[in-house]
C-alpha cells in the first residue's frame, strides 16, 4: 500500500516520555511538567513529531499514576494545570503534538466515585465499579486474578461483597456497561481535549469489559511453576470481550469530535485479535499498539514472517506502527546488545508505519539494575524475584555527565547508572559516531523521504542473520540491509545504488550492488539508482 496523503500520526515519529524520569526542576528528585518544557528545544532538536506523556494525573502513587484520583487535574508533583496549558502551548510552537495517557479500566480507591460506591449498596455510584457476592464458600465470587499477584477480587467490610480490579487492590475496575461511567469517561476525554491535546494513548485497552456471566477463567496448561502467577489462568472472561469494540468506537466518537486527533490502544494480544481494535471499517483507534517487537526472536526470518504477517492482517486502510520499547518492558539495549540496538533503530525507523521511541533509548541507555531498598514498582514487590519489575527501564534520562547524569539536583526517586557519565545527551551530541547521531540521521532521512514514512514495503531476503527489504514512493526507492547477527554477512539482490546512512555512520556515498559485505550487528541505507562517490 502507497498512501499520498497522510495524517501527521501516520507520517510521524512519536516519543514516550515517562515523566516522573525525565527532568526535574524543583529539587525533589521526581520529574515534572517544568522539565518537559525545558527540554522541547532537545526533542525538537531531535526531530520527533508527538510526545506520549505516562499520567500526570493526582493520584495517590500506588502504581505510579496509573491509579488516578482525578482524571480532570494535574497532580501537584508534577505541577498545575498552568504548567500543563504551558507544555502544550510551547509543544505546538515547535510543531510537536501532544498525547496523553488515558487510563479507563480503573481509578484508585481514594477516587471520589469509588468512595461514594463503597460507601452503602444503595448509593447511586455502587454500580460505577464491579461487586458481587461472596461465593459459596465465602471466598471469592470466582477466580479471577490480579495482573499483580493474588486474586482480582477484595472484600468489602462494611457492604459484605467483593469489588474487583485486575491490577491493584487499590485499583478498583469501572463497571463500562453502566451509561454513567462512560458518560462520565468521555467527559473526562473532552476536558483534555478542550485544552488542545492531540491525542491519547489507551492504558490496557483490552481489559474494560468483562465477562456479565462472571465465569471462572480457564486453567492454562502451559503455565509452570515459576512462571509469572496471573498467566496460571487464560483470561478469556476478563479481558478482550467482544463487547469491547463497542466501548472503543464510543471513545474513537468522542476524539473525531475534534480535528486531526489520535486514539492508541494498548492492546497485548494476539495478531489475529490486535488488528480487530481498528474496528468495524475503522472506526476504532488509529494505532492498536504494535509490541511484536519488543518481544520477538532477534533472528532475521522470525522477524521477516512477523513482518510479512502483521502486513497481511492489517484491515484495508489500517495504518501499520512499531514499538521497540515502553515503560512495561526491558530496554532494547538490555535485550539485544548495545550493537544490534543500533540495528534495531534503523529497523524501527524505516519500517513502513508510525514508530514510538522510547525516551533515552536514543542514547543506549539499558536496564539499570536497582538495589532491593530502592525498588518502587508495586509489580516487583507483589511478585518478587521473577524478574517482572519494571524499575529497571524507568530510571532517570541521562543529560549529561555528573550528579543524577543532570536530571535533578538531589537524590533521584530511581538510580541512575555508574555508565551515565559517558551514556549521556551531552557527550553524545558531541561525538560524531554515537548513538544520539544515528537515531537524529535516522528521523532526519525518515522525515525528508516519503519512501520511508508514507510508502510502500517489499521483503527482498531473509537469510541467516540478514533481512533486506524495500521502501518506494512514486519512483523513490531505498534498501534497507540488516546485519542481526554478531558475524559478518552478506546481503544479495541488492539493487544498484549507494549508502546513504550506515549504523555506524562511516559508509555514507560508498557504491552498491548485488552482493553487499555487512559488518558484524550493522545496517545500511540504500538509495536505489544513485551513483555512489
Not at 522510547?358 to 542514547?363: K, L, N, R, S, V
Amino acid at each position: 500500500m502507497t498512501t499520498h496523503d497522510t495524517r501527521w500520526w501516520q507520517h510521524g515519529i512519536v516519543y514516550q516520555i515517562y515523566p516522573r524520569s525525565f527532568q526535574d526542576t524543583d529539587g525533589d528528585g521526581i520529574g515534572d511538567l517544568a522539565g518537559i518544557v525545558s527540554r522541547l528545544d532537545y526533542l525538537s532538536w531531535l526531530g520527533v513529531d508527538a510526545i506520549w506523556l505516562s499520567p500526570v494525573f493526582p493520584s495517590p502513587m500506588k502504581d505510579f499514576g496509573y491509579d488516578i484520583s482525578d482524571f480532570c487535574a494535574i497532580h501537584p508533583i508534577f505541577g498545575t494545570l498552568d504548567e500543563f496549558d504551558r507544555l502544550v502551548t510551547e509543544a505546538h510552537r515547535r510543531g510537536m503534538r501532544l498525547i496523553l495517557d488515558y487510563v479507563p479500566n480503573h481509578t484508585s480507591d481514594q477516587h471520589p466515585w469509588f468512595q461514594a460506591s463503597r460507601s452503602s449498596r444503595d448509593d447511586p455510584k455502587r454500580d460505577w465499579y464491579i461487586w458481587r457476592d461472596p461465593g459459596p464458600d465465602g471466598g471469592p465470587p470466582n477466580n479471577w486474578l490480579s495482573t499483580f499477584g493474588g486474586s482480582g477480587w477484595e472484600f468489602d467490610e462494611a457492604t459484605g461483597q467483593y469489588y474487583y480490579h485486575a491490577f491493584l487492590k487499590e485499583q478498583p475496575d469501572l463497571n463500562w456497561r453502566d451509561p454513567e461511567v462512560v458518560r462520565a469517561m468521555h467527559d473526562a476525554l473532552r476536558f483534555w481535549l478542550d485544552r488542545g491535546v492531540d491525542g491519547f494513548r489507551v492504558d490496557v485497552l483490552w481489559h474494560l469489559i468483562k465477562d456479565d456471566r462472571f465465569r471462572d477463567n480457564p486453567i492454562n496448561p502451559e503455565w509452570r511453576p515459576g512462571h509469572d502467577p496471573y498467566q496460571r489462568l487464560v483470561p478469556v472472561y476478563t479481558t478482550d470481550r467482544p463487547e469491547v469494540l463497542d466501548v472503543v468506537a464510543g471513545l474513537r466518537s468522542v476524539v473525531d469530535e475534534y480535528d486531526d486527533r489520535l486514539l492508541i490502544g494498548e492492546i497485548y494480544l494476539p495478531l489475529e485479535r490486535l488488528v480487530a481494535y481498528y474496528g468495524t471499517d475503522l472506526e476504532g483507534v488509529h494505532l492498536p499498539f504494535n509490541f511484536q517487537l519488543v518481544e520477538a526472536p532477534w533472528h532475521a526470518r522470525s522477524l521477516a514472517r512477523m513482518i510479512e504477517d502483521y502486513e497481511e492482517a492489517l484491515p484495508p486502510g489500517g495504518w501499520p506502527n512499531w514499538v521497540l520499547g515502553n515503560h512495561d518492558k526491558p530496554r532494547i539495549a538490555s535485550r539485544v546488545g548495545t550493537a544490534q540496538a543500533r540495528v534495531a533503530a534503523m529497523m524501527l525507523l524505516t519500517l513502513r508505519g508510525t514508530p514510538t521511541m522510547y525516551y533515552g533509548d536514543e542514547i543506549g541507555m539499558h536496564d539499570v539494575p536497582i538495589p532491593p531498598d530502592r525498588i518502587q514498582d508495586p509489580f516487583e514487590k507483589n511478585v518478587p524475584g521473577l524478574g517482572l519489575g519494571r524499575d529497571p527501564q524507568r530510571t532517570p534520562m541521562q543529560w549529561e555527565p555528573g550528579r543524577a547524569a543532570g536530571f535533578s539536583t538531589a537524590e533521584p526517586w530511581l538510580p541512575v547508572p555508574g555508565d551515565a557519565d559517558t551514556v549521556n545527551v551531552a557527550t553524545q551530541e558531541q561525538a560524531p559516531d554515537s548513538m544520539l547521531a544515528l537515531y537524529r540521521n535516522l528521523v532526519a532521512l525518515r522525515r525528508g523521504e516519503p519512501a520511508l514514512n508514507r510508502g510502500s514495503f517489499v521483503r527482498i531476503e531473509a537469510e541467516g542473520d540478514v533481512l533486506v527489504y524495500l521502501r518506494e514512493h512514486e519512483g523513490r526507492c531505498f534498501a534497507v540491509l540488516l546485519n542481526l547477527g554478531d558475524e559478518p554477512h552478506e546481503a544479495h539482490g541488492v539493487p544498484a545504488g549507494a549508502v546513504v546512512l550506515s549504523t555506524g555512520l562511516d559508509r555514507s556515498g560508498e557504491p552498491v550492488e548485488g552482493t553487499v559485505s555487512l559488518h558484524a550487528g550493522e545496517g545500511l541505507i540504500v538509495e536505489v539508482g544513485r551513483r555512489g562517490r
